[in-house]
């Protein structure tokens, strides 16, 4: 009987990077989740909701005759453009196939830092604790001199360690990720814990979902240094308290606005278009962003909205590499 990948196990967000005695930390790569499985001389590279990506990612198929036959992994699809992680490279790949996916992976090679052993030459190895799976994967890496497209996930027990990661976000590094060490590997639970780094910045508010009166999500910007205002993400869905406080503050754009023709797509890779209204871009705003970033700086993630900044202008904003 063939052995079947189980469901990715999952982690929890908390509030700090506190690492607790009896876990371990790893860091959080700005990736695509995979696991892999070879047996019998079939690969199977699927993603976390399913889809099989081994035809879009032919370095990782031929990289596979690196691993013991009937052996998964759990692990982070990535790419280097930089020396910065590029998840845009990740996402331009998805619809490639045959020469054009060949082309890719000699362009832009991906990479799977693996951070789980799921299965070691036949043994299932979901019910061993953590330790014992991070062991056994180690030695796998040292005993098969595991080399490129594999990369094994850093671990520590050690707190100043996860304070430097923690140092790395300017290459795309998002958080911490921890897991108990007596932990088994346990398919769609959230028994792991993440941490992502956030910080504070300002952005300009230049166009609005919904209504004036209670908008429902900002569309936020930064001129660049050609004096043109660059669109650079927007929020998630503001609450209601929040909406109608804004009311006061925004004035539908009464001539050329910079953005005038502009269309802007409801997430990062989506081909959905917002319905969106423009506004004056006089407003500033303090809001709470994460680190993933596409090549020309833009916020990947909806950002969270902190409050009006009516202490600043919006000459007062950083600008933005043209």
């Not at 982070?76 to 331009?92: D, Y």
């Not at 595991?146 to 290459?171: H, M, Y």
Request: with cysteine; aromatic share 8%; net charge neutral.
């Amino acid at each position: 009987m063939t052995w079947t990948l189980p469901e990715p196990m999952l982690a929890a967000s908390v509030p700090a990077p506190a690492l607790l005695p009896g876990w371990a930390a790893e860091p959080k790569w700005d990736g695509w989740r995979a696991l892999v499985s070879v047996e019998a001389g079939r690969v199977v590279l699927r993603s976390r909701r399913g889809a099989n990506l081994v035809a879009s990612f032919p370095e990782i198929k031929s990289g596979s005759r690196q691993l013991p036959d009937a052996t998964a992994l759990d692990g982070e699809l990535i790419v280097w453009e930089s020396g910065r992680l590029a998840f845009e490279r990740l996402q331009g790949r998805l619809q490639r196939r045959g020469a054009g996916a060949a082309h890719l992976a000699a362009e832009w090679p991906a990479h799977f830092v693996a951070y789980d052993l799921l299965r070691l030459a036949g043994t299932n190895t979901t019910a061993w604790p953590y330790r014992q799976r991070r062991a056994a994967l180690e030695d796998l890496f040292t005993e098969h001199k595991l080399t490129t497209p594999w990369a094994l996930c850093p671990s520590t027990t050690e707190a100043d360690t996860v304070n430097e990661w923690l140092s790395w976000t300017a290459v795309g590094l998002e958080g911490i990720v921890f897991k108990r060490l007596d932990g088994r590997y346990e398919p769609s639970v959230r028994g792991w814990r993440k941490y992502k780094v956030r910080e504070t910045q300002e952005a300009i508010v230049g166009a609005v979902t919904g209504p004036l009166t209670a908008p429902r999500s900002l569309l936020l910007g930064r001129y660049d240094t050609s004096g043109q205002l660059q669109y650079t993400g927007r929020t998630t869905t503001l609450p209601h308290a929040a909406g109608h406080a804004l009311a006061g503050l925004l004035a539908p754009a009464t001539s050329e606005h910079p953005w005038t023709g502009w269309t802007f797509s409801a997430g990062w890779g989506s081909r959905e278009t917002l319905d969106v209204t423009l506004v004056e871009p006089d407003l500033v705003g303090e809001v709470g962003v994460d680190v993933a970033r596409d090549s020309v700086g833009r916020w990947r993630h909806p950002v969270r909205w902190h409050r009006p900044r009516t202490d600043l202008s919006p000459a007062d904003i950083p600008h933005t590499a043209t």
